[in-house]
């Protein structure tokens, strides 16, 4: 019987280790990918306000739309998209390499 106490006792630091490996999540990467998520979404709400309010100053009461408005909110659009998911990647790939340190064993 020794021999399955033994047996039992491993499972349990074992599943123990992996509960460990859980709460050891690395809040850098979550928190990068936080900003990430908060960088697109500001950079596509600003662009399309952007686009619906841009006008070109004239000298009388009513303005005249930006006959652009249109590039410059897709051009701000796309830019926070691309820099918000680089963002999210570099999170992934913290969090990736946090849980590979917790998950290989010292030899």
């Known amino acids: 019987m020794g021999n399955l106490n033994e047996i039992l ?3 349990k630091k ?5 509960i460990r490996v ?14 990430g998520w908060i960088v697109a979404g500001v950079g596509i709400f ?7 309010l841009l006008t070109t100053p004239a000298s009388g009461v009513i303005s005249n739309p930006n006959p652009l ?10 830019s ?3 820099s918000g998911f680089l963002f999210i990647g570099f999170g992934e790939i ?3 390499l ?3 340190r917790y998950n290989t064993k010292l030899k």
């Open 94 to 96: 913290i969090i990736l």
């Open 22 to 35: 859980i709460n050891k999540r690395s809040t850098i990467g979550f928190t990068i990918k936080l900003i």
């Open 98 to 100: 946090n849980d590979i």
């Open 46 to 52: 600003a662009g399309l306000i952007l686009g619906l």
């Open 9 to 11: 006792e491993i499972r």
């Open 69 to 78: 408005k249109w590039v410059y909110a897709i051009a701000i659009m796309v």
């Open 14 to 18: 074992a599943s123990d280790g992996n």
């Open 80 to 82: 926070s998209f691309i």
